[in-house]
Nanobody, 121 residues
């Protein structure tokens, strides 16, 4: 089994910053892509940022220049630094990780339970 634990959400004023973290643990051989998605009430879940094990990151257009995704492979952790937050960034943010299960060649698409980000004055 693989478990994802997210943290860092909360209430912040417009223009403020938050840093989300997502740590993966369990039967992990390796991790490929790591990503953050978000879902606002009444809207579809959307990809915010993705960081592969190698290669360049990609971002949702509306967060480019404000959000930065990074990873610590030694800790199996992905981060999302969010700056200059706007009310429209309010959503539940989900971590998504592509794991190769230890002892197998099986890829597992893992999701966190989500962390709520609210941007409001």
């Amino acid at each position: 089994q693989v478990h994802l634990v997210e943290s860092g959400g909360g209430l912040v004023q417009p223009g403020g910053s938050l840093r989300l973290s997502c740590a993966a643990s369990g039967s992990i051989f390796s991790i490929n892509d790591m990503a953050w998605y978000r879902q606002a009430p009444g809207k579809q879940r959307e990809l915010v940022a993705r960081i592969p094990s190698g290669g360049s990151t990609n971002y949702l257009d509306s967060v480019k220049g404000r959000f930065t995704i990074s990873r610590d492979n030694a800790k199996n952790t992905v981060y999302l630094q969010m700056n200059s937050l706007k009310p429209e960034d309010s959503a539940v943010y989900y971590c998504n990780v592509d794991v190769v299960v230890a002892g197998t060649n099986v890829h597992m698409d893992c999701w966190g339970k989500g962390t709520l980000v609210t941007v409001s004055s």
